[in-house]
């Protein structure tokens, strides 16, 4: 190995630092990684074309999009789950993406009759029923109320509903990308509720969307009175169409059916309406074969994002960075543990900091790989000690027909080659 370039200041201290301990740790192998050249390096030692002339002026691009080295970093759908294309669903690339936060560009998208164009203008929210005060508010009259800004992830119920019955789909965007994270700016849905004024008996609230499919779903009041917003804005800007524009119902750790996008009409009543969605769909099939209805939190669940299938290790032996997700419906992650060698011995990872309650976590754990077989595995805890199960587990109670609620600790196989592959253990 040769001498570290001197060249390094921009780096600063603690780069250096962790280059040197990488030397002489020479368990690490970093060789031929950062600072380790050992032949004079063109794209450092010669002047390069894009630093001889300007680049682009700052009116080439009046609304920024991904540079086009990173045009793979795109929603993807799995051809045998969408028939056809306005009843359809794709997935967040969460293998590519690193923090927390979703880029709206590539956050899932699920709907059942299309994404549909609706402006201000046309936008109309009703609330109804037993309310002393039925209201129709305009969008206008909803930038009136007092608003508020969290982070909140959705996850469809049926993530990972394919793989009940085995091992299935090769990449975390398959398995675990119906969800994506947003900070959503809106309306605290009790407010709104409180201006129509909720009589004693209304105990449920109808939600539902100006799409076609309307997506009709029942709320109980409590959910609505606590946490609920009507969102206008996600990660600062507006709600893209496919997203809900201009309006959704956030529900923050509950199933993302619930989350109405183009939320037109509330009503309030006394009994759950038993919909279409909340009947025929999403609800859970148990092993002994009769179903479960209402199961509206999302339990916690994490998945290693990288490495993965979509994501294999190409840099061979020694540092690696083992990252992915975990998220609880029911409040924070307070640990994570890692496994690579299918759960005989587990390390605490590093969770990076929290945005809001029911939000993603980003988990890292730092590893040397020794160039061996993993089968790498993620485990988290959350804030009310529960633990998330693994497959078998879960099995046990609910067979191996359900499609819905499917948190189970997911395993891949990485093999000396660096390629993952989806596997199940026993
Ligand atoms: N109006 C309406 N709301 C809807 C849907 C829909 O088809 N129509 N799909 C639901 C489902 S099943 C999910 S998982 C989420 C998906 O939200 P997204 O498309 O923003 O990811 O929206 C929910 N809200
Ligand atoms: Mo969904």
Known sequence: MTEKPTDTADFGTTRRG????????????????????????????TVQPWAQSFGDGVDAT??????RFETD????????????????????????LDGTITPQGCGFERHHSG????????????????????LVFTYADLERFPRESRVHFLECAANTGMEWAGAQLNGSQFTHGMIHNMEYTGIPLRLLLEEAGVQPEGKWILVEGADASSNGRSIP????????????????????????????????????NMWVKWLR?????????????????????????????????????????SPSPQMPIKHGTGPLVIT??????????????????????????????QASDKALHRFYFDHVWDGSEMLLQSRATDSTGYVQPTKAAL????????????????????????????????
């Open 18 to 45: 962790f280059l040197r301990a990488s030397v002489a740790g020479s368990a690490l192998a970093v060789t031929g990684g950062a600072g380790m050249a050992q032949t004079p390096d063109p794209l450092i030692t």
């Open 395 to 426: 099995r046990a109670i609910r067979g191996l027909n359900s499609v819905y609620h499917n948190n189970c600790i997911q395993t891949w196989w990485v093999k000396s080659n660096g390629e993952a592959e989806n596997v199940e253990i026993s």
């Open 265 to 305: 009409r509330i009503e309030v009543g006394d009994q759950p309406w038993e919909t279409r969605e909340e009947t025929s769909k999403y609800t859970d099939t148990m092993a002994d074969g009769s179903a479960r209805k209402w199961t509206w939190v999302m339990d916690a669940k994490s998945v290693v994002t």
């Open 324 to 353: 992915g997700l975990a998220w609880s419906g029911r409040g924070s992650i307070t640990r994570v543990d890692v496994t690579v060698d299918g759960g005989k011995t587990w390390h605490e990872a590093r969770l990076a900091p």
């Open 115 to 134: 994404a549909i164009e609706l402006s201000k203008d046309d936008y109309r929210l009703m609330i109804n029923g037993l309310v002393d005060t039925p």
């Open 221 to 256: 009041m409590e959910k609505a009175l606590d946490d609920c917003l009507v969102a206008f804005k996600a990660n600062g800007e507006a709600l893209r169409k496919e997203h809900g524009y201009p309006v959704r119902l956030v529900v923050p750790g509950w199933e993302g």
């Open 73 to 96: 970093v795109v929603r993807r759908n799995v051809p045998w789950l969408t028939a056809d294309v306005t009843s359809s669903i794709n997935f967040t690339p969460i293998h590519a």
């Open 62 to 67: 009046p609304y920024g999009l991904p540079i």
